[in-house]
Every structure is written in C-alpha cells, then in structure tokens.
C-alpha cells in the first residue's frame, strides 16, 4: 500500500490514500475499545498498535510533500493531511478509554521486556499529553495543539516559499 509521491502523483488521489490510512486507525480504535475485558496484555499491546500501524504510512509522506512536492496541489493536500492526522493523534492522545484500557495491563503478565517498557511509555505518553486531566484542560490542550501545528506549516511554507538567496564573496 505504498504510495509514490512522484511528480505525477494527483493530490485527490493523495488525499485519498491518507483518508483510508486514517479509516482503517478509526476501525482499529473501535476495535480496540471492543476487545473483551479478558483479552490479554499482548493481545490488548498490539489492539492498541493496529490503531497508530496505518498512520505510519503517509504521516512521513505527507510531511514530506507538504514541504518539497513540485505541485501546489499535492503540497496542500500534505499541508491537509498533517492536520487531519495531527487531530486525530490528539483526540487519541487525550481520549480516557484507550488509557484507561492500557492502564489496566499488568505488566507483570506481559512475557518479553520490549511489551513491558511499550506499555510504559504508552502510558507515559498519554500522561504527558493530559489524559488524567479534567474536560476543560483537554479542550485547551486540544486547541492548542492545531493552532500549533497550523503555526508550524505557516513558518515551514514561508521557508519553502522564500526566494531570497545569499551570496558570499571568498
């Protein structure tokens, strides 16, 4: 399911590629959030992986595009798609079931070190992004968060866009 970000790529079909990478993480939410109490720490490490697995395919790629494709269109589209992705990354971020999900692995019942320290720094993370915290603060965290990331591809289309050039004399 890769995708060539050649010169000839469409933005639609761009656009396209990166809304289903981001309906097959929505699936893998849901399925994640279905997974019977039962379901084991591994089963419910890698439930929780399947979700982020889809994104990982056109988030580098969007970046990328959004930045250097030769096309105004397809540079809009990444310049969409990093948002789309951002916001959805956000809701997930601050959304209490998947923690709370993860927060009640044992780690002790996972076998290898690597599912151990993942579900560590899974809950870590979600810390850090203010899971734990009350609805106003997520809201404003999730505020904040677009306007960051429209701020950053504000300052990142300014450079791509500057023609200026300096010369320097040996």
Do not use: C, W
């Amino acid at each position: 399911r890769a995708m060539d970000l050649g010169s000839d790529l469409e933005a639609g079909a761009f656009l396209a590629f990166a809304r289903e990478r981001l309906a097959e993480s929505r699936a893998a939410h849901q399925a994640f959030l279905a997974l019977p109490a039962s379901a084991a720490g591994r089963q419910v490490l890698g439930a929780y992986d399947a979700i982020r697995r889809p994104l990982d395919q056109v988030r580098g790629r969007a970046h990328l595009a959004s930045q250097v494709h030769p096309s105004e269109p397809v540079r809009m589209a990444g310049v969409e798609i990093v948002q789309e992705i951002a916001a959805f990354d956000t809701d997930l971020s601050l959304d209490r079931p998947p923690f709370e999900r993860l927060a009640a692995v044992e780690p002790a019942a996972l076998d290898v070190e690597e599912e151990r320290r993942l579900l560590q720094h899974t809950l870590r993370d979600y810390r850090r992004s203010g899971v734990d915290r009350d609805e106003g603060v997520r809201a404003r965290i999730k505020a904040l968060s677009e306007e960051l990331v429209r701020t950053g591809q504000t300052f990142d289309m300014n450079i791509a866009r500057d023609t200026r050039s300096v010369v320097f004399d040996e």
